[in-house]
């Protein structure tokens, strides 16, 4: 008999949650991974002067988040290289990591126009925040946008879910969008 191996992601499963369609919950470990992504690049932006890394890193979370996902690389990175391998981590709301990209977007797009204009300073510590606060949370799991949500979140009259991968409806997940009576 012929040997035959299985592909890793047959090994492990199949997926709860479309990490492109199912945009209510998200793999835990996909935002940490992006996390590492920005952090590490835009430390590397400021301690190199390559400040328009941190231009790039504004426009790739803008188009991630406008477009989705699918048009994010470390997502895409995530989904295609890193989920397959290790199976899908557990599910989390998508609204505070959603929230904590918006931050980043704005802290990065701050940093851009400041060195832009010529104050560096402003770049540079702006440019630190984001990689400090990125790195912090690739590497304990506290992310500070996710927890501002949070908090404000009882305030704004918006409710935390807390996702349950048994109310998932598997076949609808992957295949398209969920339907009644799933």
């Known amino acids: 008999m012929a040997d035959v191996t299985l592909p890793s992601s047959a090994r492990l499963g199949p997926r709860t949650a479309h990490p492109y369609r199912d945009l209510d919950v998200i793999d835990a470990r996909a935002p940490r991974f992006n996390q590492v992504v920005l952090g590490t690049i835009s430390l590397l932006a400021v301690a190199s002067g390559w400040w328009p890394l941190l231009t790039l890193l504004a426009i790739q979370l803008g188009v991630g988040l406008r477009f989705g996902r699918q048009w994010c690389i470390p997502c895409v990175a995530y989904f295609e290289l890193i989920q ?92 398209g969008p969920k339907e009644a009576g799933c």
């Open 84 to 175: 397959p391998r290790f199976g899908e981590g557990p599910l989390e709301d998508s609204r505070p990591p959603r929230f904590a990209n918006k931050v980043g977007l704005v802290f990065l797009s701050v940093a851009s126009v400041a060195y832009l204009v010529g104050v560096p300073l402003v770049g540079a510590a702006l440019g630190l925040i984001v990689a400090s606060l990125a790195l912090l949370a690739a590497v304990t799991g506290f992310c500070a946008g996710c927890w501002m949500y949070k908090i404000a979140a009882p305030f704004l009259g918006i409710h935390i879910r807390h996702i349950d991968p048994g109310e998932l409806c598997a076949d609808c997940a992957i295949d």
